[in-house]
């Protein structure tokens, strides 16, 4: 339960970093949040 | 003259009977206790070298005051092992004040005291030295697995003290000291 | 189209290249090994038969069985504990691919924490694979994590209260193997694995069993056996044989306060005699330098030989290294000797076995020589 909890807001999290990727102008902030991607894909696709 | 050559006689003989059975009878006599300063392992070792040499002994891993009844030697094998007090329930402090009591006690009832350090570089170390150095230091005789001195730590101590070091390389090979020791 | 959204678009195309990169790698690991049982072996098993959550989950791990049809005692050996811990993965591939039992049974599970060899420790920079030249040619063996992963069991609570004694460790231990006997049916994914294994004791009546692992060179308990105060005289007689081999153990004793681990729950919740042995692992120390395979079996690294040569940690490091070959020996030659004075104290169960190398013909000859 707890697990699919973790999952859900771990994909909230990616959905607002990728509005926020979309909607900041400052190349280097958006930089930082494809850190932050990076591995939280990995994790919503149960790779890593 | 036959009176005064009877006498000179008897006083001779008496004299070496005398030393003959002081050499006989071993300094460090039985039954012995062996305990643990710092509760390693170690002190299992120890018993089962000494049930090897058929000795008379037992073994208290936490001896205290009332273990020393009729013991001649106490031979104390130091070596700290976390794993070993947490085996004991006790806490270090505890374990530290324990060897320090027990060994005034042996020094109390002039029981000899004889360090057996076996665990070689494993029972070094800041935390085994406060007790190898309390140990040492109080020993009469010390047997030492050579691989424990490689800094001459003991043999320094043993050289201070004037006392009796065996270094050997191996724990089976103190079985030699031991029986020496004994008998 | 605006400036920030090309680079967005961008940003997200690099993102998806290199998560699909590391995928590739990271999903490699989930392939397990081929392991080469020898002839004598009698059945192949799995957890699962002892706790049927784990049923196709990766903590199914795999269960060797080799009986010799003659009355004796039996023998369960685990590697891969903590899968980062080679030489007691590879000690369990060199038993389960030579031994041959003439009295009494063996079990090996070579990879207890079969989850653990799906991934790696983060933050360690540790190489997946190591590479060893066999007789068939080039093996992979993974190199895994300490814990099971966390796709198996996600989150970490922040404390983990061990079951059933409440004692409380690291959140991060939830996930080790080593603290969670003896585990339920019904609790983590990790307890089930423990449980599944102290089920496998109790059914399977194992008389000793022995638990291989590793540590850091500067940890104090390396080089040892570590018995529960059952089999103490046992764990005593072997350190004092294996001298006769000039090798040295030291001796400890499980401490009744340290829940969790198998030398003290197997021996409390079961009637087998458990030992738990470590051997000195230059790759999880903290002082090591360059992180790759080639560390892990060759074990020789310079900044542990600068800490030897400057004295300025006391650590127990050969300069020679460490290699894998010498750290199975010593776990090889201690199952032998624990065995031996096993057999010198049982009056009614014996285990006899050959075939297996000893610490000098390993040291000779090299693991990759025993391996198929």
């Known amino acids: 339960m707890l697990f699919w909890i973790y999952i859900i807001i771990v994909s909230i999290i990616t959905w607002i970093v990728l509005v926020e990727l979309f909607t900041e102008r400052d190349w280097k902030k958006q930089i930082a949040l494809a850190m932050l991607l990076i591995p939280f894909l990995l994790r919503i696709f149960q790779i890593k | 003259m036959k009176f005064l050559t009877y006498a000179i006689l008897i006083f001779f003989f008496t004299a070496i009977t005398f030393s003959v059975s002081n050499a006989q009878t071993p300094k460090y006599q039985q039954p012995i206790l062996i305990s643990s300063a710092g509760q390693s392992a170690d002190v299992i070792l120890a018993g089962l070298l000494f049930k090897k040499l058929n000795?008379?002994?037992?073994?208290?891993?936490?001896?205290?005051?009332?273990?020393?009844?009729?013991?001649?030697?106490?031979?104390?094998?130091?070596?700290?092992?976390?794993?070993?007090?947490?085996?004991?329930g006790i806490s270090r402090e505890d374990e530290m004040n324990r060897v320090v009591e027990l060994i005034n006690s042996a020094k109390e009832k002039k029981i000899r005291i004889v360090m057996l350090h076996i665990g070689g570089n494993a029972r070094r170390?800041?935390?085994?030295?406060?007790?190898?150095?309390?140990?040492?230091e109080s020993s009469s005789y010390m047997i030492v697995v050579s691989q424990g001195d490689e800094d001459?730590?003991?043999?320094?101590?043993?050289?201070?003290?004037?006392?009796t070091i065996k270094l050997v390389e191996k724990i089976v090979d103190a079985t030699g000291p031991i029986k020496e020791l004994f008998n | 189209m605006k400036k920030h959204l090309i680079i967005a678009i961008i940003i997200l195309v690099i993102v998806i290249t290199l998560d699909s990169i590391s995928a590739i790698e990271?999903?490699?690991?989930?392939?397990?090994?081929?392991?080469?049982?020898?002839?004598?072996?009698?059945?192949?098993?799995?957890?699962?038969?002892?706790?049927?959550?784990?049923?196709?989950?990766?903590?199914?791990?795999?269960i060797y069985f080799f009986d010799s049809g003659n009355p004796g005692a039996t023998v369960l050996v685990l590697g891969g504990t903590h899968p980062n811990e080679s030489a007691g993965f590879i000690s369990a591939v060199v038993l389960l691919e030579n031994i041959i039992p003439k009295e009494g049974k063996f079990i090996i599970i070579p990879q207890a924490c079969s989850s653990g060899f799906t991934c790696t420790d983060p933050m360690e920079g540790a190489p997946e694979f190591f590479t060893l030249k066999t007789k068939s040619g080039l093996r992979k063996f993974r190199?895994?994590?300490?814990?099971?992963?966390?796709?198996?069991?996600?989150?970490?609570?922040?404390?983990?209260?061990?079951?059933?004694?409440?004692?409380?460790?690291?959140?991060f231990e939830t996930r080790n193997l080593n603290r969670s006997y003896p585990g339920r049916n019904d609790g983590t994914f990790t307890e089930e694995v423990g449980f599944a294994i102290m089920e496998l004791i109790k059914k399977e009546k194992v008389d000793v069993a022995i638990d291989l692992h590793e540590a850091a060179p500067e940890i104090p308990i390396i080089n040892a056996i570590i018995v529960h105060e059952k089999c103490r005289d046992i764990g005593a007689s072997a350190v004092l044989n294996l001298e006769f081999d000039n090798l040295q153990y030291a001796l400890e004793i499980s401490p009744k306060k340290f829940r969790g681990l198998s030398h003290r729950e197997w021996g409390d919740g079961t009637e087998v005699l458990p030992f738990l042995m470590e051997t000195s692992n230059p790759i999880q120390g903290r002082l090591r330098g360059r992180t790759n395979s080639e560390l892990i079996v060759s074990g020789k690294d310079e900044q542990?030989?600068?800490?030897?040569?400057?004295?300025?940690?006391?650590i127990s490091y050969e300069l020679t290294g460490e290699p894998l070959s010498i750290r199975v020996g010593r776990h090889i030659q201690g199952i032998k000797a624990i065995l031996d004075s096993y057999n010198d104290v049982s009056k009614d169960k014996k285990i006899i076995f050959e075939n297996i190398p000893s610490y000098d013909d390993l040291i000779k000859n090299g693991v990759e020589t025993y391996l198929k």
């Open chain 2, 125 to 136: 170390g800041n935390q085994s030295d406060n007790f190898n150095k309390l140990v040492a």
């Open chain 3, 26 to 62: 990271f999903i490699a690991m989930k392939s397990p090994e081929k392991l080469y049982p020898e002839n004598s072996i009698t059945k192949e098993a799995s957890l699962s038969e002892y706790c049927s959550n784990l049923k196709g989950t990766s903590g199914d791990a795999e």
């Open chain 3, 304 to 314: 542990y030989e600068r800490a030897v040569e400057t004295k300025s940690f006391r």
């Open chain 2, 152 to 163: 001459k730590f003991f043999s320094n101590t043993a050289a201070d003290k004037k006392v």
């Open chain 2, 55 to 88: 000795l008379e002994y037992k073994t208290v891993n936490l001896a205290k005051e009332s273990d020393l009844k009729g013991i001649k030697t106490l031979v104390i094998v130091p070596g700290f092992s976390s794993k070993g007090l947490g085996a004991a």
């Open chain 3, 143 to 171: 190199y895994g994590s300490r814990v099971s992963s966390p796709l198996d069991q996600w989150p970490d609570p922040l404390v983990y209260s061990q079951y059933p004694s409440g004692q409380q460790l690291s959140g």
